[in-house]
DNA sequence: CACAAATGGTTGCGCGCGCAACCGTATGGA
DNA sequence: TCCATACGGTTGCGCGCGCAACCATTTGTG
């Protein structure tokens, strides 16, 4: 075995796993975004706050950020638009006044009980394309990497 | 079987396949962005650039943008930045004067010859964690989903 | 040949994001 | 009790992105 420049070592991006995981996650993200933003106007942001909050849960946007991984600022503006279009309302926590609980509103949960259907279906759709090998290895593929990137809730 | 409300079904948001999908991408993103950014000072764009380039073809603006599946404006926009730090160089190309055929300088291919061999070995790693079957079934989802999304090439 | 349409590439603009700074409230230690 | 520190949440700012418009060149059609 000769030693040989590092020069000599290429990278076919199209078949780099890292690049081939962002494409797949942005392709199957507008894939599902047809539900949410053509139909409800939401974003995704917005979506991912009412897909946390659900349908009796009382949550804080501290929680929502950690469980969606977004910036507590993408999730506070999230949050203040979801609020004018009346489909989540805030009130002051007693226990603590600095947080506020974040509910869905009649209308909010009217909204999540079409969405979530729709977008189960999506994913099921998606998942119903692989075999049961790949299927059954995919997700214990994506359990481990999540483990091994400290990514679980 | 009852029919029930659609409200009554709920989304678990952390068991939602193209959420876990985007946060594993993200994650898998940042673990090699140390690599690029960290030690050389590039970007996401810069460093998908440098890595379609490669060390001895020649190829344009256009051809990145479609094998990256990035924007053209932002492919433009990191070729010049490259092309200010003497990474890449662009010449006019004499068969159609509209393109710029775009090859890497002999610094560009020094960094890509330190920067490849590093994210190839980050690639390595991570998939060295899953099983022999999780591999497997994740690579062979990984190309049906594409294919299912028309993601290739 | 002439002219319309298409194509490669760049640029002005508006928007959404993350960073850092900030406000108000809660908490722990001396 | 007082005050430093931490914490939940919001906001001003700068930056990078996508959209649309644009320039230059090429291609297709009569």
Redesign the pocket.
């Known amino acids: 075995m000769t030693v040989r420049p590092p020069s000599e070592q290429t990278l076919e991006l199209a078949a780099f796993v890292p690049f081939r995981l962002n494409r797949l996650a942005t392709g199957v993200s507008e894939h599902l975004a047809v539900v949410y933003q053509r139909r409800f106007g939401l974003?995704?942001?917005q979506w991912r706050v009412m897909a946390t909050v659900g349908p009796q849960q009382a949550c804080?946007?501290?929680?929502?950020?950690a469980s969606t991984r977004?910036?507590?600022?993408?999730?506070?503006?999230?949050?203040?638009e979801l609020e004018t279009r009346q489909l989540v309302e805030?009130a002051s926590?007693t226990?603590?006044?600095?947080?506020?609980?974040?509910r869905l509103t009649k209308a909010g949960r009217r909204v999540y009980g079409e969405l979530v259907p729709l977008a189960l279906a999506r994913e099921a759709a998606l998942l119903e394309c692989l075999s049961p090998e790949q299927l059954c290895g995919f997700l214990g593929a994506l359990e481990t990497l999540e483990r091994y990137l400290h990514l679980e809730n």
């Open positions: 974003d995704i942001p804080t946007a501290q929680s929502i950020a977004m910036h507590k600022t993408r999730v506070s503006r999230a949050i203040a805030r926590s226990e603590d006044r600095r947080e506020r609980e974040i």
